[in-house]
Structures are given as structure tokens and as C-alpha cells.
């Protein structure tokens, strides 16, 4: 009280003299009151503890506070208290060991001077974005009874050994506090603050610490100090290692403002997108009147972004936020310098290079990546940008910035750029300018810009970019995008260069289609047609075509979006035309459809090889094959025809598969047949052949079977080399076998009219090759033994082999033996030989056919048969020195004896009525012979001319003979022999009328007429039954023995046809003897 009344102001009129008698009542007054005064504050200083204790209870009272504290002592100018906790004793929110209250006294009224606190710990939380102290709050969030600002307090305070405990939902952290000095104005102290761990929205901070000095001068707070974190890491890629932010920062009077600064420095940072070995952040900031301004510089080094990296990129510029945050924005400039490809763009580009490898973009993408690296040193970027930020909408915009490499050329240019969100998951709209250039990099020039609905438009246009002979073009390109985010384009690309397996000139193939906002790609909604002015594929070359694809219906070409890639085209026909290597080709088609995942279908394919009179074809009535995962299907109705091989494919059909690079067919069935007409062999059949592709070579290997019987025929083995067109294919024939299921002609219609009734094996093997130059074959085939009938009569042991030099020409070489065991054109002969020659067009040469015969030689003279043709075939047998003798014995006919020796020729013609002898003749060589029968002919008495004849055939000599032959071999033959020059032999009957004539030149003409082949048994007949024929075969009775009748037409009178008889032929010499008995 002593100092309230010393602090208080003299009373104004105390300076006058005072009348006498007021003065003393004055005193007396005063006197009292003094005296009361005294007696007042003697009763409060002896009340005070309990006076206090009202006070501070009803001050907590006041505020619903619950506390606990112990009054130390109470005095005049120091209230000390004791535990003092505040909250629940079990979990209070505050307590201080000691608080040491000093008052202080002005114009008569006590006020808080100061504060002391000792050991105070304080325990609060911060969730979800709210402070709390627990009980405290109802003292810290009271509501303000005045509109005053605030003001920090007028008083001292002092506090020893704060501590502090705050829980969040991210973690722990734990403070301390000491300092001192009045709170308005040279408050100092230390602030440290410590999170171990923090976690929270998927980042995780370790190590985090904070020791800085807290102070106040003219009531403005500041605080500075590093801040220290261990490792910053997040889920969404944003992360650091060790990081120190020097901080600074200074309220203004009454909390009305905030400006700081903040020295950031980093290692390892990262963003989504970005990473960087090092971060230097200054940033200079003031936060009033709901508005935050000032500048960023930021420095990042090593830095990778976007698959380049920067050896330094920094950011510099100024921050403004309104209307607390809701509105913001950036403006600045950017710096990058030491740009180089990122691994990641660089592996993309070579990994695109080895993927395009073959293709016109391989050397593109190798002449960009070694343009990029060249402009690496000494690049820099240089930019202005400008970041906004209205409510939920968002957009950047660049004035102007450039990229310019190590030469000085700009490599990438943009200008007015501009990129908006309408919210904050909203698509982006764009709108600038943009181009790009430098060596060896495509010269790309865009612009983008708002429509009249409201839509972003895009255009841009490359210039050709050529390298290693390709070359890439767009003419034209637009994008459109609409406020949802959808896109629709439509343009023009032009492509020349080398593609998988081939290349392509002036490719012009119209892109259009629509990418929504849900990521849905579709493109070629409607019918495309794609030019060019020429397509290569391996040695195939296109001429200049027009190709049409179309969607199929309500639908596009290629979708891309929840069900995954899917591409679907059709086009109605293809007619190509153009060379496989020199060769012309055509292609023509009925439609073609392709489904991916899916089915590929084509019908009606004709493929045509060469100029159209000698042209190889290839035609498939079907093809399926299946798209998406392994690649395969069926194919059906195919066939081949070979130019250079005159044997045509038929019929094909099977399975299909591409796998590992390559095509395989396999279970495939086909006809081979002949093309030649006529054909030389029927129709083959192979069922269960294979085929690969792979490498651009072709390995087939087919078993050819006889289409009807099934008979194993040949192996083939085919190897072919489409890169040099060249080709060779193995044939071989193991043991194939004819017998009565299955004969030469079911085979081969050549062998009709010439062989039958084969009973043998034949093998062998053949090759053909072939190359750009033509076709070459050649075999050798044979046998060990084969029987069979000739037109001149059967064959035994027909046993040699064949050297084809010409297989599919069916030529042989010159001379080829075969060795015949025996031949029985009537009369067997053995051991004989053959020679041979096949010559072009299926022409058979007789060189020379030989057999011993009869102490002789029988001789099939040289001819020339052609095969396969219904025309007449002529053969010549000559007979060369038979003993008549040996003859006779062959013909074991015991009663006719004869000697002497013949030579002869009997000219055979077989054609369409069958065979016949011309002209045949056998001439007896000089001296002559004999001639004896002795029979029972000669025992008769048949009269003396008669008897004179056949007592002169018991031994008749003849100085010459001649036996002539013509007629039908299936008909009646007609021979005539002459015997000139004759006379009786020895052992003959003499009497007077053999005597007188002995000397007579005597003539015997004998005319026989049967049929050939009785005529050749017709002596042993006479004498052995077992020789007779059966009158059925020779066709004189029916099967029931009635007779047949000759007609002239071959008609019985009923109708049916019956075998002609021709009737007896006048002029051969008057009939001298009657039927022979």
C-alpha cells in the first residue's frame, strides 16, 4: 500500500495557504481515516492466506478448472505456490513444482508483475488439426469479452526447466523451454523440440529435432534456430535424407502478421518425378492480413526428372496467396544447366532401338540418341513460369522457355504455354506453342489453343526426319480436347524405310480416333485406306496399291481401355500386284477379317507367280489362324502349282502354329497330282505331313500314298531356302510293291498298252533340286525281280535299275540294261537283255532287246514308243540262224523232224483293234534241209497222188523255205510256207512213179489259217489232248456250249455283241485236202 500511495499523484490545491479553522478539522479527518486505513489492512495482512485462497478458487471456479495447489507463503509483493495440477490428478494436464507470483502496485492497485515458473510440464494433444491442453483449453480458448487485439501480457516471466509432452496422430513430441524477461518487450529463452518418429499420410519422419532461441522486442516474438531431420520418406516417392532448415521467423505486434526465412539444405530428395543428390531452399516469406508473400530460390543439383538430368536446375521467384490459401500463385523464372539424358530416357530410347531393330525407326532412334548426347554439354533450359491456384482449379503457364544445346541450337522451344485443371482431379486442358529442332532431332512444330466450344485444339506438323534411308513425316495432325478430358485426333503420317522383313516407299496412312477421359484409346472409327508406292517384303515387291480396312460395325479398328488391347479390321478384297525377287506376282482375295485377341479369317486367296501363261499358283480356299497368345489355326482347300515343278498341290488342309519364330504345320493332308495332260502318274495322297518355317527356310517331310488303295509310294523330304529361292527335295521309294491289289497302271496310266499283270517290288531313290536358274532331278530305281505281260507275251524276271538324269521329265541316260530271265511270245526264251532310253515327252526308246533262241538269236528291234497315247505300236521281232531242229524239239512234237537253219522278221502292230502280224516271214538259209513227218497219215491208203505226197514228207529235202505270216494275234493268222527245190530224201519209198518224177521240180504250198495262238499249238494238239483248247476261250461256243454264229457286224441277232469269226478268204490257192482229222 506504501508504494500505491508513493506512486500516486499530489492532490492539485495542496499548494495554498489554508484558513486556520478548516486546516485543523482537515487534520482531524485525516487523522481518523489514516487510523481506520490502518486497522483495515492489519486485518487483511492477517487474512491474507485465506483472502487468496477465495480468490485463485474462484478465479478457477470461474473458469471450470479443476486444480490443486499448495499456498507457500503470501506477501505483500510475492504470492509463492506449491504443486500446483490442473486437470486430474491421475493424468493432469499441468503441474509446476513452484510459481512464484510478484506483484506490483500502481496508482493504488495491485497488478501481476511477474512470473516465475519451476519445473512446469504441460501435456497436450493435436488431433485431427486442434491443439488441446485438456483442461486448459477453457482457459486458452475462453472467449474474448472485448473487441481489444491482443497484447501480450505487462510482466515479467521466468521459466526453469519447462518440459513438455505432445501427442499427435503422427507421433510424440517431446519440448523444453527456458528463458526469461518481460514477455512485452527482452523475453529470451530457448526453445528444443523432439520427434523421434513421425507417421502420418503415408510419410515417415526419423530423427526430428529443433533447438532455437525464442524472444520479444516491442512486443514482436521471434524465434530462430535449426530444425534437423535423419530421413524423410513417403509412399507417394517423396523423400530426403539428411536435411537441416536454418528457421527464422517474427510476429508482428498483436500476432497481426508473421515474416521468416528459411535456409533449406538437403541430400537425396525426392518428388514424385523428380530426384536430386542435393537441395539448397532460401525463402523469404510474410504472412498478413490473410495474404502470404514473398520469394523462393531453389537450387537443386544432380538433378533427374522426366527421364533427363540436370547438373543444376533451380527455381527463383515470387509466392502470394489470398483469401487464406484459397487463392495462390507463383511467378518466376527457371534455370537448368548440364542437361543429359536421364537412364531412363536413354534406356528407353535403345531398348525402342533394339526392339525396332530391322525397321526405318532403329536408325532413327539411334541418330536421336546420338544427337542427344552430343548436345549434352554445354546445354542449358531458360524459362519463365507462373504456377495459379484458385479454389480447386489449378493451371501453369509458360511464357516463353527453350531448351538450347551444347551447339546453340534450340532443341525444344515453347511459348504460351498454359495447362489448367478445372479441379483438383480434373483432366488438364492445354493451350501454347511448342517446336522442337537441332541435328539429327525431328522438327516438330505445334500449336495449341481453345475452340469455339470451348475445346482445346491441337495442331502440329514433322517435317520429314530422315535417317539411314528412312524417313518419318506428319503433314497434319489435330487434337481436339474437350472439357472432360477427352481427345479426338485425326491426321496424316507418311512413312519410307525398311520394316520387319521388307520396306515400304511413301507409306501415306490417315490416323484417326478418340482417347477419353477414362483412358479409353479407339482408333479408325470408320474405313482407312492406306497408299503406297511400293512394299517390300523379303524378295516380294508390291507395286504402288491402295489397301481398305475397315471397323467392324459401331465399333473402331483398335480399342484400348478396361478390357484391354483389342483390334478388329476387315477389308472386302486384296488385289496386289508385283515381283517376288524377278519373278511377277499377283495377289487377289476374297474378304480377309482379323481379331486380336481373336481369330484372323481369309477366303478365296489366289496367289499367282510369274507372267500368266507360266505362272505358279497358290490358292487357299480358307485360312483361320488364332490371335493372342499362341499364335495358330487351320487352314483348308488349299493348293500349290509349282512353275519349276510340274506337280500341283490339291486339297490341302490341316493345323498351324507360330511359336518362337516359327510357323509349323503339321496333320496336314493333300493331293499330288500330275499337271501334264495326260498325266504320268494318278493322283498321290499324303496324310499326316509337316512343314516348318523358320529362319526363311522350309523343312516339309510327306509320306505319298496311292489315293484309293493307300499304298506307300514314296517318302519326300523337301528343304527350301526362300532367301536364295533355291530348294532340294528327297524321294525315296522302299519296296513298293505290285501285285494283284495293286498294279503300274493305278499309278501310272503309261503303263497301259504296255505292261499288266505286275507281280514285283521296285526301289530307289530320286532328288530334285531347284534355284533361280531352273530345276534339275535325278534317281535311280530298280528291282531285284519282276514279272509281268508285254503286247509280245510274258515277262519273268525282269530285274536292273534306271538312272534318271531328268526325274520329273521321266528321262533317263542312255543305255539303260535290264536283264530279262525269260519271254514267251509264243515260245520261251531266256536270258535276255534289254536296252533302254526314257526321252523327253514320255518317249520310251528301244535301243536293243536280245535273247538266245533256238541256237539263234531273237531280236526286238530299236523303236520308239510313246507312252501314254492311244497310237499305233509297231515292234519288229527278228529271228537270226534258229535250228529248225531245236525248233521242232522245243515243240515237242515227236513225229515231225526237221533240219536247217532260218532267219526272219515279223513286224507286230498294236493299235486300237488290237494286234497283228504284217508281212511276216522266215527264210531258210542255203543249203536248205529236211523236212520228215511220219504220222498216221502216212499209213493210210489215200490214193496214189496222196500216197506219193505223204511217202514224200516222210523225208523230204528242200534247198529252200519260206514261211510267210499275217493276220490278227487274236484273230485268225494266216501262213504260208513254200518249199522250193525239193525232193525225196533218204529213207523214202521208191517205186516207178517216184522214180519218173524223182527228177520233177516238185513245189509244196501249205496255207494254214487259225488263230494265232492255236496256230502255235495246233501240231501238239494233233497229237496230245492236253493241248486241245477250250472251245470257250476260243470263242466258238457261250458259256452253256451253244455255238456262235458269225454275223458282220459283231451283233448276234438277239443283240448281244459275240466274238467275229472273219469268214474264209478266196485267192490264197485252190484247196487241195480236206480237213485234217
Known amino acids: 500500500m506504501a508504494d500505491s500511495f508513493e506512486m500516486a499523484e499530489p492532490d492539485p490545491e495542496s499548494g495554498r495557504e489554508p484558513a486556520p479553522t478548516p486546516r485543523r478539522r482537515m487534520r482531524r479527518v485525516g487523522v481518523s481515516a489514516l487510523a481506520i486505513a490502518v486497522l483495515g489492512l492489519g486485518g487483511l495482512w492477517l487474512s491474507r492466506n485465506s483472502i487468496a485462497d477465495r480468490i485463485i478458487v474462484g478465479q478457477l471456479e470461474g473458469y471450470g478448472v479443476p486444480a490443486t495447489y499448495e499456498i507457500d507463503s503470501i506477501g505483500p509483493g510475492t504470492q509463492v505456490l506449491r504443486n500446483v495440477l490442473i486437470g486430474y490428478p491421475r493424468r493432469p494436464d499441468l503441474t509446476v513444482e513452484r510459481v512464484e507470483v510478484g506483484i506490483r502496485y500502481g496508482f493504488g492497485v495491485p497488478y501481476v508483475g511477474s512470473i516465475r515458473l519451476v519445473a512446469p510440464r504441460i501435456y497436450g494433444q493435436y488431433r485431427n488439426g486442434k491443439l488441446s491442453f485438456g483442461a486448459l483449453d477453457k482457459v486458452i480458448y475462453a472467449p474474448k469479452t472485448d473487441n481489444a487485439p491482443f497484447t501480450l501480457p505487462k510482466l515479467n516471466l521466468q521459466v526453469q526447466d519447462g518440459r513438455g509432452l505432445i501427442l499427435t496422430d503422427s507421433g510424440k513430441i517431446g519440448l523444453s523451454l527456458d528463458g526469461k524477461g518481460a514477455l512485452q518487450n527482452g523475453f529470451a529463452g530457448t526453445l528444443a523440440a523432439v520427434a523421434p518418429r513421425l507417421e502420418n499420410g503415408g510419410c515417415k519422419i526419423e530423427g526430428t529435432r529443433f533447438f532455437g532461441r525464442i524472444a520479444v522486442q516491442d512486443e514482436r516474438p521471434s524465434l530462430t534456430g535449426p530444425l534437423r531431420l535423419d530421413r524423410l520418406t513417403c509412399s507417394n516417392g517423396v523423400g530426403s535424407g539428411a536435411l537441416v532448415a536454418d528457421l527464422s521467423a517474427r510476429a508482428d505486434k ?11 539444405r538437403a541430400e537425396k530428395f525426392a518428388a514424385p518425378g523428380l530426384a536430386a543428390e542435393t537441395l539448397a531452399l532460401d525463402t523469404r516469406l510474410a504472412y498478413r492480413d490473410g495474404a502470404l508473400t514473398g520469394r523462393v530460390d531453389a537450387n537443386a543439383g544432380s538433378v533427374s526428372s522426366g527421364g533427363v538430368r540436370f547438373g543444376l536446375l533451380g527455381l527463383e521467384g515470387s509466392v502470394r496467396t489470398r483469401e487464406s490459401f484459397r487463392k495462390a500463385e507463383f511467378r518466376g523464372t527457371i534455370d537448368g544447366q548440364g542437361l543429359r ?12 532401338e533394339r526392339s525396332a531393330a530391322g525397321t526405318l525407326l532403329a536408325p532413327m532412334l539411334a541418330q536421336l540418341r546420338a544427337s542427344l548426347k552430343r548436345e549434352e554439354r554445354g546445354s542449358r533450359l531458360a524459362g519463365e513460369i507462373a504456377l495459379r491456384r484458385n479454389g480447386d482449379a489449378m493451371s501453369a503457364v509458360i511464357p516463353q522457355a527453350q531448351l538450347v544445346g551444347g551447339s546453340g541450337q534450340a532443341l525444344l522451344t515453347v511459348s504460351k504455354f498454359q495447362m489448367a485443371t478445372a479441379s483438383a482431379d480434373g483432366p488438364p486442358l492445354l ?33 520429314p526426319w530422315r535417317a539411314g534411308g528412312g524417313s518419318l513425316a506428319i503433314p497434319e495432325m489435330m487434337i481436339a480436347q474437350v472439357r472432360d478430358g477427352s481427345l479426338g485426333f485425326s491426321g496424316i503420317t507418311q512413312v519410307s524405310g525398311v520394316i520387319p522383313g521388307g520396306s515400304v516407299q511413301n507409306l501415306v496412312l490417315p490416323v484417326n480416333g478418340a482417347y477419353g ?55 472386302p478384297s486384296l488385289d496386289l500386284t508385283g515381283k517376288l525377287g524377278e519373278t511377277q506376282m499377283a495377289v487377289r482375295s476374297g474378304p480377309v477379317g482379323f481379331a486380336w485377341p481373336g481369330v484372323l479369317k481369309a477366303s478365296s486367296v489366289e496367289v499367282a507367280l510369274g507372267p500368266p501363261a507360266t505362272a505358279t499358283l497358290l490358292t487357299v480356299a480358307n485360312l483361320d489362324a488364332r490371335v493372342g497368345g499362341e499364335l495358330g489355326g487351320s487352314y483348308g482347300g488349299v493348293g500349290a502349282k509349282l512353275a519349276q515343278v510340274p506337280l500341283d498341290i490339291s486339297n490341302a488342309s490341316g493345323e498351324w502354329r507360330y511359336v518362337d519364330g516359327k510357323l509349323v504345320l503339321s496333320g496336314t493332308e493333300f493331293d499330288l497330282t500330275d499337271r501334264l495332260d495326260p498325266a504320268r ?19 516339309a517331310n510327306a509320306l505319298l500314298r496311292e489315293a484309293k488303295t493307300s499304298r506307300e509310294v514314296a517318302a519326300v523330304a523337301i528343304r527350301h531356302d526362300l532367301a536364295t529361292s533355291t530348294g532340294h527335295a528327297d524321294l525315296v521309294v522302299d519296296n513298293l510293291l505290285f501285285d494283284k491289289g495293286f498294279q503300274p497302271a493305278q499309278l501310272t496310266r503309261l503303263a497301259l498298252g504296255v505292261v499288266a499283270n505286275v507281280n514285283g517290288k521296285v526301289t530307289g531313290n530320286g532328288a530334285i533340286d531347284w534355284n533361280a536358274r531352273g530345276v534339275t532331278s535325278t534317281g535311280t530305281f530298280g528291282t531285284q525281280g519282276l514279272d509281268l505281260a508285254a503286247a509280245f507275251g510274258p515277262v519273268k524276271g525282269l530285274k536292273g535299275s534306271l538312272q ?16 530279262v530271265a525269260s519271254i514267251n511270245p509264243g515260245i520261251e526264251v531266256t536270258e535276255g537283255v534289254v536296252d533302254i532310253s526314257l526321252l523327253p515327252d514320255q518317249v520310251l526308246r528301244l535301243h536293243d532287246a536280245r535273247w538266245p533262241f533256238l541256237g539263234g538269236t531273237l531280236v526286238l528291234e530299236p523303236t520308239d514308243l510313246r507312252l501314254g497315247l492311244a497310237e499305233a505300236r509297231r515292234y519288229t521281232l527278228t529271228v537270226i ?7 521242232i524239239e522245243k515243240m515237242e512234237l515227236g513225229n515231225l523232224a526237221a533240219t536247217g537253219t532260218f532267219d526272219g522278221q515279223f513286224p507286230l502292230i498294236f493299235d486300237a483293234n488290237g494286234g497283228r502280224i504284217e508281212e511276216g516271214t522266215l527264210v531258210s538259209r542255203a543249203p536248205g534241209g529236211n523236212v520228215s513227218y511220219v504220222g498216221a497219215l502216212t499209213y493210210e491208203n489215200m490214193g496214189a497222188m496222196a500216197n506219193f505226197a505223204f511217202d514224200a514228207l516222210k523225208s523230204l529235202d528242200y534247198k529252200t523255205m519260206t514261211i510267210a505270216m499275217r493276220g490278227d494275234l487274236e484273230g485268225e493268222i494266216v501262213t504260208n510256207v513254200k518249199f522250193g527245190g525239193v525232193k525225196q530224201g533218204a529213207g523214202t519209198k521208191r517205186n516207178f512213179i517216184t522214180k519218173q518224177v524223182a527228177n520233177l521240180p516238185i513245189q509244196f504250198n501249205v496255207n494254214i489259217r487259225a488263230p494265232f495262238y492255236q496256230l502255235i499249238t495246233s501240231f501238239k494238239a494233233m497229237y496230245d489232248p492236253a493241248f486241245v483248247k477250250d472251245p470257250r476261250t476260243l470263242g466258238l461256243v457261250d458259256a452253256q456250249g451253244r455255238p456262235l454264229y458269225r454275223s458282220a457286224n459283231g451283233v448276234r441277232p438277239g443283240g448281244a455283241p459275240v466274238i467275229v469269226l472273219p469268214g474264209a478268204q478266196q485267192g490264197i490257192q485252190p484247196a487241195e485236202s480236206g480237213n485234217l482229222p
Open 254 to 264: 498483436a500476432f497481426a502478421g508473421l515474416a521468416s526465412s528459411a535456409t533449406v
Open 341 to 352: 539424358q536421364g537412364t531412363a530416357l536413354d534406356t528407353a530410347l535403345a531398348s525402342g
Open 431 to 463: 493451350a501454347g506453342n511448342f517446336a522442337t529442332g537441332g541435328a539429327g532431332i525431328p522438327r516438330i512444330v505445334g500449336r495449341m489453343e481453345r475452340g469455339r466450344a470451348g475445346q482445346a485444339l491441337f495442331r502440329l506438323t514433322m517435317a
Open 517 to 571: 477421359a477414362r483412358g479409353e484409346l479407339a482408333l479408325w472409327k470408320r474405313c482407312v485406306t492406306a497408299r503406297f508406292d511400293r512394299l517390300t517384303l523379303g524378295q516380294m515387291a508390291v507395286d504402288g496399291n491402295a489397301l481398305q480396312f475397315c471397323p467392324p460395325g459401331g465399333s473402331a479398328i483398335v480399342r484400348n481401355g478396361a478390357r484391354g488391347l483389342q483390334v478388329a479390321a476387315g477389308t
Open 681 to 699: 502318274f494318278e493322283k498321290l495322297h499324303s496324310s499326316g505331313a509337316t512343314l516348318t518355317l523358320a529362319d526363311n527356310r522350309i523343312t
Open 804 to 819: 534318271f538324269t531328268d526325274l520329273l521329265g521321266m528321262v533317263t541316260a542312255p543305255h539303260q540294261k535290264l536283264t
Open 881 to 887: 540262224g534258229i535250228d529248225a531242229a531245236k525248233f
